[in-house]
């Protein structure tokens, strides 16, 4: 090619003499390429690529686009005797990110599990304690996520019509909002059942028995609970107010989250559990023997 003055070499035409084989589109041999389809791409090196632009009437953001991406990716890839070809693009990247986050999304959440178990078990010198505050963890993570699909993805608040909770036209939830929304989840959730199992720790510690000790726990935390929940739920229902979908799904997340973690959690759940494990509920921590409590009483 010609050399500019500067001494670099100027683009080649894009004409049939610039390639190996045809170029062909929508079903017809070119010797020209029209303005605007392609263009020179030097990611190898100055003109040792070509980037074309393909349209579809497709939503690649959709479920349905990014089926459609995967087929296009898998045809291409069967072509390898004609060249090397990748698809790129705002969607096509958006879903590697996506496939990626998934794919780790589970040792993420291991190890915000892991935390919570070495943390709580430490500062309670127990077993059983930091066990069942993951299990709670994990119920209210599965029911929060349940729900957000339900509503989401199934469109269950369809009747209501109201856009920030109808079902998303591309037929699924970002896939941001679980990924942002999950960590606070959990960091809100530990800290309510923390206040609570404290409580009660502190109540065993004074002499009461396991049971007593989670009812007088109960009475002294629920109405302080409570109010930050409704603080919480009241912060995040400004997001479930805007015009940004991935913004209502965070929100009805976090609300979502918070309401069962006040309401059904720590009022209802973690109490019943305490009663029931009675002296196992912070094993192998020793706790004062009955002979002990009565002498206090």
Known sequence: PRRTKKGAPDAPPFTAAAFTGAMILNGRCLTQVPEGLAKWSHVGG????TQVMVTYPVDPFSAVGQRWITRLRDAVAKQKDVGTVYISGEGPSQMD??????????????LMMLVVLLLIGCSMRSVVAPIRAVLCLSWMLAVTFGLAVFVFQDGCLNFLNWPQLAARSSGAMSWMSPCISCSVIVGLGLDYDIFYSERVLEECLHGHEEREAGVRALVGTANTITAAGVIMVVAFLSLLMSSTPSLNEIAFLLVVGVLIDCFITTKIIIPSVVSLLGRWNFWPRKMQSTCARESLR
Not at 46 to 49: F, G
Not at 97 to 110: G, S
């Open 46 to 49: 100055q003109y040792s690529a």
């Open 97 to 110: 990110d996506a496939n990626i986050t998934f794919e780790k999304f589970p040792l993420m959440i291991f």
